[in-house]
Each structure stands twice: as structure tokens, then as C-alpha cells.
């Protein structure tokens, strides 16, 4: 009897034991449940978010040319501006009679080139479009081809664009003369003083060429004291004086004195016919033609004037 009842007892002890094992595993599995698996996995969520935003800003930031802080180059503003200033436009006049150095010398002064940068383009250059004779014997390679007119050309302007320009114009005239005719047309344009005389004294000089007589032009012998002599830019002026000054040899100088007009060529390819051989410039203002010496001393005494 007494261990049965000590056997119940001890039953009873060992069910109670159970008992509260069970409510303290109950107890520590649900204080694990709250442990903060969801809040672990919004942190990776979150730094998932975090990067996945941080990778659009970084693709924005790359499509649109980046941000400043990051070696890049924020846009340019509307108001930013070139610097260059525009090319300043300059009217420029080729006279009839103007020579080459005169025209050299103005570009200059225009501030369209320099006259020793016009000098070394024209000395150097290549007509394709008509026939330049390449002749050492001639001072100035392009004088007589620079055609009188107006021009537009800018400031700092390249000077093989503007003789090439000069050239162009002389290319589209019409009656395009032979270098002789030019030569003899230049002549007569600082001759014969207005176009009403230039026949005349074209013929004068026809006249005298065909009898082998020198031209005695005293406008040759200027050139050569005004163009050439003293003139930095010519080397071996020396040479140039027996070849442009027509009181010392027959026929027409080694090339032109100046730019002639249309008036002037028209008058060297179409004198008048007469019978002169000498003229010279009054005190009247006006030339004076004569057939022989003698009655051209006498005109020259006539009208006071001496001769050179």
C-alpha cells in the first residue's frame, strides 16, 4: 500500500516537472518570434532601395552631362558670347593712273594688308586666267593689271585674296589688251591729262615708234625717281632706270607705269591719225601738238614754257 501510494506521489511530482517544461519552451519560442526578422529584412530592402536609387541618380547624372563636383563641365548659359570680333568691311578704290605702290601703300593705310605683304604676294603669284609676262626686267610684276573700280575687301584681309580680286575684275574686261597696249595705255593715262587728249597723244607716240624714235615720256623717268628709287622693297634699283626711263632708249619701257582706265586702253589700240610727233603740256592748261622740233620749240616759247 505504501509504495503504491508512494508510487502515485511520485507520478504526480514528475507530471507537475513536465508540466512547467512545456510552459517555459512555449514562452521562449514566442519571445523568438519577435525578434526582428522583419525589420532585418526592410534594412535590406531598404539598402536595396538605397542602391537601386543611387544607380538612377548616378544614369541621370551620366545622361545629362553630370553634375558640378564630379569633374564635369555644368552647360553653357545663353548670355556666354564668342569673343571674335566681326571682320570690319573697307570701300576701297582702285583710280585710273594709280600705280602699284600707290595702291599698296593705301591698302595699307585702310588696315586691308600691309604694302611689303601685297608687294611679296603680287612679285610671286601666278596668272592662270591671262597671260603676265614673267620678266625680271619689270619692277612691279602686276602693275598695269590692277583694273580700276571699287572693292569691298575687310580689315587684315589676305592679300592673295585681294590681288586675286584686282585681277578678276582686269580678267572680265572685255577688251582684254596685249601687255604692249597696256604698257603704251599707261603712259597715256598720265599724259594726256583728260580723256579729250588721250587720242592725240596716243597717236604721237604711235608716231614716234614707228620711226624708232624714243618716247621722251617724262612720266617714265617720274616712275623711276618716285617708285623705285628709295624704295625698300626693290632690290637692284639700279638696273631699272635705263629700263623705264624712255629718254634713254627707242620703243616702250620693260612695262607699265600705272593702272589705266578703259579710256586709256581704248586710246593705245585706236589713235587718232595725225601727222605729230611732239606735244607738250601749257601754261594753259592743255597740250599742244606739233609735226616737227622746231615748231614745237616755238610753241614751247610761245606759251613760256622751257625745255627739259
Known sequence: ?????????????????????????????????????PAETE??????????????QSTDAQQTGGTQGQGTTPPSTSHETSSVPAPVPVKFVVYEGDTFMEIANRLEEKGVC?????????????????YVP???????????????????????????DVLRDMLNAYAAYSGMPSDEDLTLASIIEQEARSSEHMALVSSVYHNRIAKGMSLDSDPTREYVNDYITGNS?????????????TYRFSGLPSGPICNPGNRAIQAAQNPA????????FGN??????????EEHLAQMEQYGVQYQ
Open 233 to 245: 622693297l626693290v632690290s637692284n634699283q639700279s638696273k631699272y632706270a635705263p629700263l623705264y626711263n
Open 134 to 160: 614673267e620678266s625680271s626686267d619689270r619692277c612691279f610684276k602686276m602693275e598695269g593689271y590692277l583694273f580700276p573700280a571699287t572693292y569691298d575687301f575687310v580689315q587684315n584681309d589676305d592679300p592673295e
Open 1 to 37: 500500500m505504501k509504495r503504491w501510494i508512494s508510487g502515485i506521489l511520485l507520478c504526480s511530482i514528475l507530471l507537475m516537472f513536465l508540466t512547467g517544461c512545456s510552459k517555459g519552451t512555449t514562452e521562449d519560442t514566442s519571445s523568438l518570434k519577435t525578434f526582428s526578422w
Open 284 to 293: 594753259d592748261n592743255t597740250n599742244h601738238y606739233s609735226e616737227t622740233y
Open 43 to 56: 534594412e535590406i530592402q531598404s539598402s536595396t532601395a538605397s542602391q537601386e536609387d543611387a544607380s538612377t
Open 114 to 130: 600691309s604694302a611689303a605683304d601685297f608687294y611679296k604676294t603680287a612679285q610671286n603669284y601666278t596668272v592662270k586666267s591671262f
Open 273 to 280: 591719225q595725225t601727222n605729230y610727233y611732239y606735244f607738250f
